[in-house]
T-cell receptor
Framework: AQKITQTQPGMFVQEKEAVTLDCTYD???????LFWYKQPSSGEMIFLIY??????QNATEGRYSLNFQKARKSANLVISASQLGDSAMYFC?????????????FGTGTRLLVSP | GAVVSQHPSWVICKSGTSVKIECRSL??????MFWYRQFPKQSLMLMAT?????????EQGVEKDKFLINHASLTLSTLTVTSAHPEDSSFYIC??????????FGPGTRLLVL
């Protein structure tokens, strides 16, 4: 079964606007972590933000915030005030603490294009 | 600054040769490192977990005799692609996990087998 689902293959946003990238996950492990990474054309994986399953508040890191809805098993990434440099692939990932052998499993990614 | 380095950043080799990729943890001692592979327009897939001083743990479908992993020190893990073939052409990227809330990746190695 797919552990991490990113249903948006591509997203467009205009500069300075906010954009939400969707991510849903599937796990029976009560303890898990959710990650978002940015992959520009250079290929490097840039760590953006982390949300733990027991965290009460949504994670935020600068212009990035994670809309964590535990009951819906969704962990959408919100990028505020988009910049041209935000154009890249974005991957959602999950690590299950007890059942997943601590392995980080990735979704298929969403390509974001920011237009001027 | 960079947490993980990889060398080389890209390599082109002939079919049948072996290629070694190094992954170094720069800021901390990593007892465990992770090797991922990414084919064009696809996501990252975990190949194996490298354990310092012991055998690597390979994911289902990954040939351990083809992808040799050596984790000889707390800062260095190597992946050797033996007898490389064109279908092994891919982007290989290593990763370290300093703590439960972070996991950092190296810059990756692009392998092209002719």
């Amino acid at each position: 079964a797919q552990k991490i689902t990113q249903t948006q293959p591509g997203m467009f946003v205009q500069e300075k606007e906010a954009v939400t990238l969707d991510c849903t996950y599937d796990t029976s492990d009560p303890s898990y972590g959710l990650f978002w990474y940015k992959q520009p054309s250079s290929g490097e994986m840039i760590f953006l933000i982390y949300q733990g399953s027991y965290d009460q508040q949504n994670a935020t890191e600068g212009r990035y915030s994670l809309n964590f809805q535990k009951a819906r098993k969704s962990a959408n990434l919100v990028i505020s005030a988009s910049q041209l440099g935000d154009s890249a692939m974005y991957f959602c990932a999950m690590r299950e603490v007890n059942t997943g052998f601590q392995k980080l499993v990735f979704g298929t990614g969403t390509r974001l294009l920011v237009s001027p | 600054g960079a947490v993980v380095s990889q060398h080389p950043s890209w390599v082109i080799c002939k079919s049948g040769t072996s290629v070694k990729i190094e992954c170094r943890s720069l800021d901390f001692q990593a007892t465990t490192m992770f090797w991922y592979r990414q084919f064009p327009k696809q996501s990252l897939m975990l190949m194996a977990t490298s354990n310092e001083g012991s055998k690597a743990t390979y994911e289902q479908g990954v040939e351990k005799d083809k992808f040799l992993i050596n984790h000889a020190s707390l800062t260095l893990s190597t992946l050797t692609v033996t007898s490389a073939h064109p279908e092994d052409s891919s982007f290989y990227i290593c990763s370290v996990r300093p703590d439960a809330e972070t996991q950092y990746f190296g810059p990756g190695t692009r392998l092209l087998v002719l």
